[in-house]
């Protein structure tokens, strides 16, 4: 079963930086990394929606 958390960035960021403080023998690399290939996808995502009106906008504006 899987559960989605939603956080802002900030407190994801916190999170990483707690677990990473941690010892290396409670084994949280590869949690830390799943956290952050999820997030690094969502940003990626978000960047992409951001970058498409704008470059719509460009064409149209380029066509008239």
Avoid: F
Avoid at 10 to 37: F, Q, S, Y
Avoid at 55 to 62: H, L, P, T
Wanted: glycine residues 8%; contains cysteine; negative net charge.
């Amino acid at each position: 079963m899987m559960i989605n958390i939603e956080l802002h960035i900030d407190e994801v960021n916190g999170v990483l930086n707690l677990l990473g403080k941690m010892p290396t023998e409670t084994n949280v690399w590869p949690l830390c990394a799943k956290i952050r290939e999820q997030a690094q996808t969502q940003l990626n995502a978000a960047q992409q929606q951001q970058q498409e009106p704008q470059d719509g906008n460009g064409e149209g504006s380029s066509a008239n």
